[in-house]
């Protein structure tokens, strides 16, 4: 198991080979409007499949709020 960083809190992935997409699927995030930052990086959603996380990453996730 991978323990990160989330949004400032500790989140422990339930597997040890795990990329963002896996990350985004398990905080129930698939579909939604948002941006991933990986360790002081924004990966893009191209890339989230391809993306590696290792214990100890630090991960921002914004969601895109629409509004007027």
Same mark, same amino acid.
């Given at each position: 198991?991978?323990?990160?960083?989330?949004?400032?809190?500790?989140?422990?992935?339930?597997?040890?080979?795990?990329?963002?997409?896996?990350?985004?699927? @398990?905080?129930?995030?698939?579909?939604?409007?948002?941006?991933? @930052?990986?360790?002081? @990086?924004?990966?893009?959603?191209?890339?989230?499949?391809?993306?590696?996380?290792?214990?100890?990453?630090?991960?921002?996730?914004?969601?895109?709020?629409?509004?007027?």
């Amino acid at each position: 198991m991978l323990s990160l960083i989330v949004n400032g809190s500790p989140h422990v992935c339930r597997s040890s080979a795990a990329t963002i997409a896996d990350l985004v699927r @398990e905080l129930d995030l698939v579909d939604k409007r948002i941006a991933v @930052e990986r360790n002081g @990086e924004i990966v893009p959603r191209s890339r989230h499949t391809l993306t590696p996380l290792a214990t100890g990453d630090r991960i921002e996730v914004v969601s895109a709020v629409g509004g007027g």
